[in-house]
């Protein structure tokens, strides 16, 4: 059964604290994205990789830091640095770049609340 | 700068009519659309998509229009559903760049029965 997985579904930080989110694909994927969704505000992105060791900032990466190591994992760590990390985080992957679609395919989400 | 916009917050449609969602852009490079669809604390699922070269796409009760010159599209559902009410999310990608995709702010559906 291919698709997106994040976990875990609902994280409590404490102010001050860095916290990753997981996101793994078993879509063979080559591209893999993280978004962020606040209230009334579409998905705005955070950090992109379209292969294994490469990664671009998207246009709100102050505050997070991702990794591409292997294809299937593409985790996100929200940092101390990050100065309103409560929100609806989503990652999603597609094929990649080339002339396919490209379509993304999304995990089904993590709330971060910072407490 | 808001590359693809969703002009209208809400929209609310009786069950049976047709829905029209609308989407604008601005960055010409765009050449393919897409559209999603989103329940509460869950992530969106892709409904329907359309490529610069076409100007309509058809899925079932699902059609996507797209005008180029007028940087603009629209997706109509007809007819509505109740199951139809979510978040539905304009999205654009420049092909020849990362095809990353840039989303509108969303139009929140509401079936009425």
């Known amino acids: 059964d291919g698709g997106i997985t994040q976990s875990p579904k609902y994280l409590f930080r404490k102010e001050g604290q860095n916290v990753t989110l997981s996101c793994e694909q078993n879509?063979?994927?080559?591209?893999m994205y993280w978004y962020r969704q606040d209230p009334g505000q579409g998905l705005r992105l955070i950090y992109y990789s379209q292969i294994v060791n490469d990664f671009q900032k998207g246009d709100i990466a102050e505050g997070y830091s991702v990794s591409r190591e292997k294809k299937e994992s593409f985790p996100l760590t929200v940092t101390s640095a990050q100065k309103n990390p409560t929100a609806f985080y989503l990652c999603?992957?597609?094929?990649?770049?080339?002339?396919?679609?490209?379509?993304?395919?999304f995990g089904q989400g993590t709330r971060l609340t910072v407490v | 700068d808001q590359q693809v916009k969703q002009n209208s917050p809400s929209l609310s449609v009786q069950e049976g009519r047709i829905s029209i969602l609308n989407c604008d852009y601005t960055n010409s490079m765009f050449d393919y659309f897409l559209w999603y669809k989103k329940y509460p604390a869950e992530g969106p699922t892709f409904l329907i998509s359309i490529s610069s070269i076409k100007d309509k796409n058809e899925d079932g009760r699902f059609t996507v229009f797209l005008n180029k010159s007028a940087k603009h599209l629209s997706l109509h559902i007809v007819p509505s559903q109740p199951g139809d009410s979510a978040v539905y999310f304009c999205?654009?990608?420049?092909?020849?760049?990362?095809?990353?995709?840039?989303f509108g702010q969303g139009t929140r559906l509401t079936i009425n029965p």
């Open positions: 999205a654009a990608s420049d092909r020849q760049g990362a095809q990353k995709l840039v």
């Open positions: 879509l063979n994927h080559d591209a």
């Open positions: 999603a992957s597609s094929i990649g770049s080339g002339i396919g679609a490209p379509e993304a395919f």
